[in-house]
């Protein structure tokens, strides 16, 4: 099945050392995004990729960073985490040009800062 | 900027019993809506989504949405919930003619539904 995959599920890290979190899809999809979820809370678009264009919101903090080395594929990297950086972090997929204008989201990844 | 609101954090109910979750978005000339439900520790899924054409829209799992332009609303309905249907809902709203396809989603409505 068509999906996109994050991994890993949870991911641990200490405060200040620099975390990867992965994303991939099947779907062929050429919009992808990161979202951070934190606790009770609505997903917060972090930045998205259309094609290899990429666009940062305005309020993403500079500690984030992401890479799209391919279609298939989607890093977020994490320079510096600090405690507030503990969330659930969603990865999605959206096909421009397609008339369903859905996301499609991967299960996450749920970060926890010591 | 378009945003949403989704006016009631929690609402519980008995199985078997109806719900509507409501959902108020900014007005917009023309505005994309989907809701989407997220169990624990889980990612988000599509239940159903309004583009155009008819109102009322039916999704996954017995639910169904109206969007109701003059009340800028898109309140989500189900007959007769079902113990599993406990999760969180967002209504999410796009705007067609901004470049990218990005979501703003409400804040979440918590269904608890109580045997």
């Known amino acids: 099945d068509a999906m996109v995959i994050q991994n890993p599920r949870y991911q641990v890290t200490q405060f200040g050392k620099p975390v990867t979190l992965s994303c991939s899809q099947t779907l062929n999809h050429n919009v992808m995004y990161w979202y951070q979820q934190k606790s009770s809370q609505a997903p917060k678009l972090l930045f998205h990729?259309?094609?290899?264009?990429?666009?940062n919101e305005a309020d993403t903090p500079d500690n984030f960073q992401s890479r799209r080395p391919n279609t298939s594929f989607c890093f977020l990297d994490i320079r510096s985490p600090g405690l507030g950086d503990a969330a659930m972090y969603l990865c999605?997929?959206?096909?421009?040009?397609?008339?369903?204008?859905?996301?499609?989201f991967g299960p996450g990844t749920r970060l926890t800062v010591t | 900027a378009q945003s949403v609101t989704q006016l009631d954090s929690q609402v519980p109910v008995f199985e078997e019993a109806p719900v509507e979750l409501r959902c108020n978005y900014s007005?917009?000339?023309?505005?994309?809506l989907f809701w989407y439900v997220q169990y624990p520790n889980q990612g988000l899924q599509l239940l159903l989504k309004y583009l155009s054409g008819s109102t009322l829209v039916k999704g996954i799992n017995g639910f169904e949405a109206e969007f109701n332009k003059s009340q800028t609303s898109f309140h989500l309905r189900k007959p007769s919930v079902h113990i599993s249907d406990t999760a969180e809902y967002f209504c999410a709203v796009s705007d067609p003619t901004e470049y990218g396809n990005k979501l703003v989603f409400g804040a979440g409505t918590i269904l608890r539904v109580k045997s």
């Open positions: 990729y259309y094609d290899k264009d990429f666009n």
């Open positions: 999605a997929t959206s096909g421009s040009g397609t008339v369903s204008y859905e996301q499609y």
């Open positions: 007005s917009s000339v023309s505005v994309y």
